[in-house]
């Protein structure tokens, strides 16, 4: 197992002592609808990550039980689309995707601010490193009649990561799931928003089970990549999870330096 191509001999990377009792790995609501031209009835707006603000203004209706459909179409032309439900049942609008419930994820829900003027549809939909960045259109239907549509840009304001599946749809309105991965997996390790043309290098790190007791863990490089991004800022890697994988959480650091030991948000956790 590891990366397939521009793999880095990880001897030269350094080694980190940390407290035992550490835990691995870093962890991964919009500000609501902004006042728009009524020319304007579709906006796209940064939250943080890879979560952004879809606001869809003028829904002709918000009576419960309620459906309207949004399609999100990419720069390749690949659609995904979802329908959703306006519930009022907390007293508050939301709408609910399919199969979804006011506890779900913030991708499969949205809400809708009955008190403004052109009652703006609030959704978060996800755009991991791996999906297409550009300009994608939106088109959102109710019974039948568009009533928003429009060229949104999904773009990445500061540089972002992501560890996904070779296969995985990226489906913007799905929260992605961070399960484990598994011998045979093709990992997909994609950047966007970093400096163009600035090579660095992408290390996964984990426990030395060999120098680790109950006080200190060492941590050491299992695998590294050197990635180039190109001109959009964007960079892709591809990680092949092997028999040999140890299974594991893995850390992520970027361009690692002697000193203090500090992961990036996402890791990557491999299980038998």
């Not at 400096?195 to 790190?205: D, K, T």
């Not at 001109?231 to 850390?251: C, H, I, M, N, P």
């Amino acid at each position: 197992g590891g990366f397939t191509t521009n793999a880095i001999d990880v001897s030269t990377l350094p080694e980190y002592e940390i407290p035992t009792e550490r835990g691995g790995g870093g962890g991964g609501g919009g500000g609501g609808c902004e006042e728009v031209d009524p020319s304007v009835t579709v906006g796209l707006y940064h939250i943080g990550w890879d979560s952004k603000e879809l606001c869809l203004y003028d829904i002709p209706h918000i009576e419960d039980g309620g459906q309207f459909t949004v399609r999100l179409i990419a720069p390749s032309g690949l659609a995904y689309e979802r329908t959703f439900t306006v519930d009022t049942s907390s007293g508050v609008p939301m709408v609910l995707s399919q199969g979804a419930n006011v506890t779900s994820y913030a991708s499969e829900i949205g809400f809708i601010a009955s008190d403004q003027d052109r009652t703006p549809v609030s959704l978060w939909p996800i755009f991991p490193a791996a999906q297409q960045y550009g300009d994608w259109f939106v088109q959102a239907e109710q019974d039948g009649q568009t009533f928003a549509s429009g060229s949104v840009t999904v773009d990445a304001p500061e540089p972002i990561y992501s560890i996904t599946r070779s296969d995985d749809p990226l489906d913007p309105f799905l929260t992605p799931l961070f399960d484990p991965f598994h011998a045979g997996d093709k990992v997909i390790y994609a950047g966007q928003g970093w400096e163009a043309g600035r090579s660095m290098i992408i290390a996964l790190y984990a426990p030395d089970p060999a120098r680790t007791d109950e006080v200190t863990t060492t941590m050491i490089p299992y695998y590294a990549v050197e990635v180039t991004p190109d001109e959009s800022g964007a960079f892709r890697a591809e990680f092949v999870v092997g028999l040999d994988t140890s299974a594991q959480w893995y850390d992520v650091l970027f361009d690692p330096q002697p000193g203090e030991f500090k992961p990036e948000r996402l890791g990557m956790s491999v299980s038998e």
